[in-house]
């Protein structure tokens, strides 16, 4: 059997590109400027399909296992310093979810196989 394209994955999973790419742009947050809200959402529909399936896994996983962004951090600083860190969580909270799983993996909060990544 052979692995499936993020091409096959996409139209299987969401039906097409466009409506995965309205899902992901849903969940991130935009910024204020009409301007840059546009930008924004013109770069995530003109993502790979590769792209698009690995923000919204992370997403998806992150929802699952901590159920929020400031939960995720809460659990690295946590697992890193258990009487806290405001420095550290400050700058973990200009990371990207991708960027915080990854964290959360070398924690050992996340195992690589949950991940999906290579």
Do not use: T, W, Y
């Given at each position: 059997m052979t692995k499936k394209s993020p091409l096959q994955v996409v139209q299987e999973d969401h039906g097409s590109k466009a409506?995965?790419?309205k899902k992901v742009y849903e969940m991130l947050d935009h910024?204020?400027?009409p301007d840059e809200?546009?930008?924004l959402e013109h770069?995530?529909?003109t993502m790979s399909?590769?792209?698009l399936l690995r923000l919204w896994n992370a997403h998806q996983l992150m929802d699952d296992k901590f159920g929020s962004r400031?939960?995720?951090?809460d659990a690295i600083v946590k697992s890193k310093?258990?009487?806290?860190?405001d420095d550290y969580q400050a700058k973990l909270e200009t990371f990207t979810v991708p960027k915080l799983l990854d964290v959360a993996r070398q924690q050992k909060l996340v195992k690589s196989a949950e991940l999906g990544w290579r």
């Open positions: 409506q995965l790419a910024p204020d400027d809200a546009f930008e770069r995530v529909q399909n590769r792209k400031d939960d995720l951090v310093f258990p009487n806290g860190n």
